[in-house]
Nanobody, 115 residues
Framework: QVRLVESGGGLVQPGGSLRLSCAAS????????MNWYRQAPGKERELVAIISSDGSTNYADSVKGRFTISRDNAKNTVYLQMNSLKPEDTAVYYCNEWYGGTLYWGQGTQVTVSS
């Protein structure tokens, strides 16, 4: 059974930084494509960042140059480093992965950017 657990969210002022973590069990993050999504109140869930098994990354235009996705294979964990945060980055952030033909989601972690 795959389980994804996000952590690291919180309240931060505009311009600040946070690092989100997605700890995986039951799967191996180094051989899967791992994704970060976010969902703001009243909006659809949107893809934020992807890291592929070969280490290549892609980002939504809205976060390019500010967010960085990475992974620690030894800890089986994927990270999302978020810098220069803006109020519009406020959302619940989720990680997900396809594994064995099933799409798994974590429970999400709230990020609030406000002064």
């Amino acid at each position: 059974q795959v389980r994804l657990v996000e952590s690291g969210g919180g309240l931060v002022q505009p311009g600040g930084s946070l690092r989100l973590s997605c700890a995986a069990s039951g799967s191996i993050v180094s051989i899967n494509t791992m994704n970060w999504y976010r969902q703001a109140p009243g909006k659809e869930r949107e893809l934020v960042a992807i890291i592929s098994s070969d280490g290549s990354t892609n980002y939504a235009d809205s976060v390019k140059g500010r967010f960085t996705i990475s992974r620690d294979n030894a800890k089986n964990t994927v990270y999302l480093q978020m810098n220069s945060l803006k109020p519009e980055d406020t959302a619940v952030y989720y990680c997900n992965e396809w594994y064995g033909g099933t799409l798994y989601w974590g429970q999400g972690t709230q990020v609030t950017v406000s002064s």
